[in-house]
């Protein structure tokens, strides 16, 4: 258990601001150290203004699934955020400035012994380092239908991925696949819905997605309202299409 020696160094190190990365098992320990610390923290915090004159933060986040963004503040120290991944582009670093790596002692041994440990094994890639995600809505009819979507992804150079009912409801793709509020928070560049309403729930985890394409047959749909490209057609007529024109242009 890292918290109570991470939480040790930050109590000598006094920093003003502590970032933690926004990963499932981060995120978890921040709220953690947070605590121990007694002091507040901004999760999924997506931006962030410093004041360069008393080093208060100012943080933003979605909250309401995405409808709207909150500004937050922390009036304790350090001001602790959580930052989901790909949030910021890799930075170049700063001329010759150099940080500095520690390694901090191991945590002291509890009464649990690690026996054994394995890499999980992923039944399916992470969509959020995607480039190009190829999303699959409830307006796919059958599971084999999946073969088409399959297709296409391939001959883009795409991940596949869902809405949720797809994958809890339908179980057709892993649960890691699934995006939005409750799954994953993506950022490809170009996202392509297929059969896709564009519920708050679902659209929240495409906010930051470069381009957002979506076909679907009703012309009312509210994923048509964040689109950058809509095209309103019956994904059965439209996708072999697509797939034939990309063969073409990319000469697969
Ligand atoms: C607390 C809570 C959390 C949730 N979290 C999430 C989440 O994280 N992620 C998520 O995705 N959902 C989430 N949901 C569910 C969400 O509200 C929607 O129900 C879900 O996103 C809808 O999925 P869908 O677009 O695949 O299906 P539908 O809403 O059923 O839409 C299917 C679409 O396909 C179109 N269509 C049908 N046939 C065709 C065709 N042949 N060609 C073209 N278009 C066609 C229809 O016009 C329709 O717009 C959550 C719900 C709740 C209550």
């Given at each position: 258990?890292?918290?109570?020696?991470i939480t040790?160094?930050?109590?000598?190190?006094d920093?003003?601001?502590?970032?933690v990365?926004?990963?499932?098992r981060?995120?978890e320990m921040?709220a953690?150290m947070?605590?121990r610390?007694?002091?507040?923290l901004?999760?999924?915090c997506?931006s962030?203004?410093?004041?360069?004159?008393?080093?208060?933060?100012?943080m933003e986040?979605l909250v309401?699934g995405?409808?709207?963004?909150q500004?937050?503040?922390?009036?304790t120290?350090?001001q602790?955020?959580t930052?989901?991944?790909?949030t910021?582009?890799i930075?170049?670093?700063p001329?010759?400035?150099?940080?500095?790596?520690?390694?901090l002692?191991?945590p002291?041994?509890?009464?649990?012994?690690?026996?054994?440990r394995k890499p999980?094994?992923r039944?399916?890639?992470d969509i959020?380092?995607?480039r190009?995600?190829v999303c699959?809505?409830r307006g796919?009819e059958?599971q084999?239908?999946?073969q088409?979507?399959q297709?296409?992804?391939?001959v883009m150079?795409a991940?596949?991925?869902?809405t949720r009912?797809?994958?809890?409801?339908?179980?057709?793709?892993?649960?890691?696949t699934?995006?939005?509020?409750?799954?994953?928070?993506?950022k490809?560049?170009?996202?392509?819905?297929?059969g896709?309403?564009g519920?708050i729930?679902?659209?929240?985890?495409?906010?930051?997605a470069?381009v957002?394409?979506?076909i679907n047959r009703?012309?009312?749909a509210?994923i048509f309202?964040?689109?950058?490209?809509?095209?309103?057609g019956?994904?059965y007529?439209v996708?072999p299409?697509?797939i034939?024109?990309?063969?073409?242009a990319?000469?697969?």
């Amino acid at each position: 258990d890292y918290v109570p020696v991470i939480t040790e160094e930050v109590r000598q190190g006094d920093p003003d601001l502590f970032l933690v990365a926004g990963t499932p098992r981060l995120k978890e320990m921040a709220a953690r150290m947070a605590a121990r610390l007694d002091t507040g923290l901004c999760s999924g915090c997506l931006s962030l203004k410093i004041d360069a004159v008393d080093k208060s933060v100012s943080m933003e986040r979605l909250v309401y699934g995405g409808a709207a963004v909150q500004t937050v503040t922390c009036s304790t120290r350090p001001q602790m955020a959580t930052i989901p991944p790909r949030t910021y582009g890799i930075a170049v670093a700063p001329g010759k400035r150099e940080g500095q790596i520690r390694e901090l002692a191991a945590p002291s041994a509890g009464k649990m012994k690690i026996i054994d440990r394995k890499p999980r094994t992923r039944q399916s890639v992470d969509i959020t380092e995607a480039r190009i995600l190829v999303c699959v809505g409830r307006g796919l009819e059958n599971q084999q239908d999946m073969q088409m979507v399959q297709e296409l992804a391939e001959v883009m150079g795409a991940e596949i991925a869902c809405t949720r009912p797809i994958a809890e409801e339908m179980h057709w793709l892993p649960e890691e696949t699934y995006i939005g509020i409750s799954g994953k928070q993506v950022k490809p560049d170009l996202y392509i819905g297929l059969g896709v309403s564009g519920q708050i729930q679902h659209v929240s985890g495409i906010r930051d997605a470069r381009v957002i394409c979506a076909i679907n047959r009703d012309e009312n749909a509210p994923i048509f309202e964040v689109s950058d490209l809509g095209l309103v057609g019956d994904i059965y007529t439209v996708l072999p299409e697509m797939i034939k024109q990309f063969k073409q242009a990319l000469k697969k």
